[in-house]
């Protein structure tokens, strides 16, 4: 059992079992595999960090982006551009000292070698596009719809404000979902640390009235 004391997360108080949900849903994912490795040897222990870390997310989508949840079952965290500049680093600062804790040495490596790389494969033109960070929905609460109601709000609202919206899946299975929702441009990269292709995919805002 690893001895370190996961950072307070206000998340975590409020939506325990969303934040459960997220973990349960995203943990054979290989970004999540690759930044929890440090506790592959106690199952039990890597889903309650990779838990916590969706509340870390969650907490900065609360400050800088939108989030959905769908309590117990899942959630969907965004990061916008309307945030000032300033509190976005303040809290992506705030999130990577808790993560330097939280994953462990090896895990957190990961976690910044992956996310450089991957924020290398985005377009310039997407740097003040919405992103969707994470999605999940609990295996046992699938087939529901309840993906699509996450969403809905803030692809209506990020249709409202005529922007662009953008995500990165390293589920294959999960990209005729996303083209259903509008995500009808994508280009597949391949993460240099885990070896594992993904999809970078984009969706244009609907055209009022359409």
């Given amino acids: 059992m690893s001895s370190i004391t996961p950072p307070d997360s206000p998340s975590l108080q409020a939506h325990p079992h969303a934040c459960a949900a997220l973990a349960e849903a995203l943990l054979d994912d290989p970004f999540y595999q690759a930044v929890t490795v440090d506790h592959e040897a106690d199952p039990g222990r890597r889903l309650q960090v990779l838990a916590h870390y969706c509340a870390l997310a969650m907490d900065e989508a ?17 990061i916008t551009p309307h945030a000032p500049a300033a509190d976005k680093a303040q809290h992506s600062a705030r999130r990577t000292r808790s993560l330097r804790q939280l994953l462990g040495p090896l ?3 990961h976690y910044q070698r992956i996310c450089a790389a991957m924020e290398a494969q985005v377009p310039a033109d997407l740097h003040g596009a919405w992103y969707l960070s994470i999605l999940g929905v609990q295996s046992a609460a699938r087939g529901q719809g309840l993906a699509q109601r996450l969403l809905e709000p803030t692809l209506a ?17 999960s990209v005729t979902f996303y083209r ?13 640390i885990t070896g594992c292709a993904y999809q970078l995919m984009v969706r244009a805002a609907a055209a009022h009235g359409a």
Avoid: I, K, Y
């Avoid at 953008?166 to 589920?171: I, K, P, S």
């Avoid at 259903?180 to 391949?190: I, M, N």
């Fill in 107 to 109: 895990g957190f490596d």
């Fill in 180 to 192: 259903r929702l509008g995500f009808t441009q994508s280009v597949e990269c391949v993460d240099p």
């Fill in 62 to 78: 609360r400050a800088v982006g939108d989030v959905q949840v769908a309590d117990p079952h899942g959630a969907a965290l965004w």
């Fill in 157 to 173: 609202r990020a249709d409202q404000a005529g922007a662009t919206c953008f995500l990165e899946t390293f589920n294959p299975l």
